[in-house]
């Protein structure tokens, strides 16, 4: 049985891992997914002195947020200003200390919450540069055992002539016959497309982006479609519903299935929720610090909360890091944490299949990023 410690525990564990820092290096990364826009993320790669790299991913969403930063000599260049700032050496809570009190953007970012992100980037850095420099197993430090890790598949169905489709789905389900997915419903699905996944009993959890404004992924509010989600669905996880005066009395009598993600950023949030939650979505990059992450997950435990992961589009290590990390402290629930082939408009053959296998190993993701 996996061995549990209390959050404060797991962040003192890791709070005296040691790094030094020579130099910093930014990588751009660039990608066409299967929402239809273009994805970038950038690494940031900490050298220590003997040239062991220890890497994280921002993952904020404004493509030109990424390209000012790439482009600033602050932070671009290995002997820029930002970049100085970080060389030296520390215990990984005097690093994170550090980038909490930096200003990580050549100019405001388009959302808040991208200054989330972009720290998460650097802590993950440092605790893998730590843990290389050190030669140290993430898992053995926190005391926890990781195990097969279960995924869902992401997705927004197409639309055709206003109507949604469910045929990728269908098409997936024809080639990975074991798939799970977590669906974004919109106001183009009916009860047609409802009966017809629902009829492949292969989704867990359905997302209905209630949270986001001003975002490609925005879905009006319609207490219909509200309904009909609750109605064909019975055993699915409902995340981020829109909580007001329209919707709070249907929602009131699903509490037991509610999910939230976007507005989680912290322990604290979770007395901001209109109802008690039996599930969590916790996607690191959006708390922003690996204590704060560490004390989500002790809350949770504590409390009885059913905790699953969720990704951000990451395109490379990333998405390996919050796989171990899933594998560590939720292995079972339904993890939005899919190889990022499934991303891809025309997934190829031969992905790897859910449960992927445990993993241990040098560094914050043993074994490489699963693709």
């Known amino acids: 049985m996996t061995r549990i410690v209390s959050a404060s525990r797991l962040w003192e564990r890791l709070a005296g891992l040691e790094l030094e820092v020579e130099r910093l290096e930014l990588r751009g990364q660039r990608v066409t997914v299967s929402s239809g826009f273009e994805r970038l993320t950038t690494l940031f790669v900490l050298s220590g002195p003997d040239g062991t790299q220890g890497v994280g991913e921002d993952v904020t969403y404004d493509a030109e947020d990424h390209t000012k930063l790439q482009a600033d000599p602050a932070w671009a260049s290995p002997d820029g200003a930002g970049a100085r700032r970080l060389r030296g050496k520390f215990t990984l809570a005097e690093f994170a200390a550090l980038v909490a009190e930096l200003d990580l953007f050549p100019a405001p970012p388009v959302r808040e919450v ?7 980037a650097l802590e993950a850095a440092a605790l893998d540069l730590a843990l290389r420099q050190s030669d140290s197993d993430l898992a053995e430090v926190l005391g926890r055992e990781p195990r097969p890790l279960r995924f869902v598949v992401s997705l927004r169905l197409d639309e055709v002539d206003g109507r949604a489709d469910p045929g990728r789905v269908l098409r997936l389900l024809e080639r990975y016959p074991g798939l799970r997915f977590k669906l974004d419903p919109t106001n183009a699905w009916d009860e047609r497309v409802c009966a017809e996944l629902a009829a492949t009993g292969a989704v867990d959890v359905l997302d209905l982006k209630g949270h986001y404004r001003g975002t490609p992924v925005d879905v009006e509010t319609d207490v219909r479609l509200y309904e009909l989600v609750f109605e064909s669905f019975p055993d699915a996880i409902v995340e981020d519903p829109d909580v007001g005066e329209a919707t709070l009395p249907l929602l009131a009598k699903h509490a037991g299935r509610i999910s939230f993600d976007a507005p ?12 008690p939650i039996r599930h969590l979505n916790i ?7 690996l204590a704060g992450l560490l004390a989500l997950y002790e809350h949770c435990e504590r409390e009885g909360i059913a905790v699953y992961g969720g990704g951000q589009f990451e395109l490379g290590p990333g ?12 292995p079972d629930a339904p993890n939005d944490v899919a190889p990022t082939g499934y991303n891809e408009p025309d997934p190829p053959d031969g992905l790897p299949q859910s449960p992927l296998p445990a993993r241990r190993g040098v560094g914050f993701a043993p074994g490489g990023v699963c693709a």
């Open 114 to 120: 991208s200054r989330r992100y972009r720290r998460w």
């Open 283 to 289: 996607k690191p990059s959006r708390i922003g610090s």
């Open 319 to 330: 998405r390996s890091q919050i796989q171990h990390l899933a594998s560590l402290f939720h």
């Open 264 to 275: 989680i950023h912290s322990v604290e949030d979770l007395a901001t929720l209109p109802f």
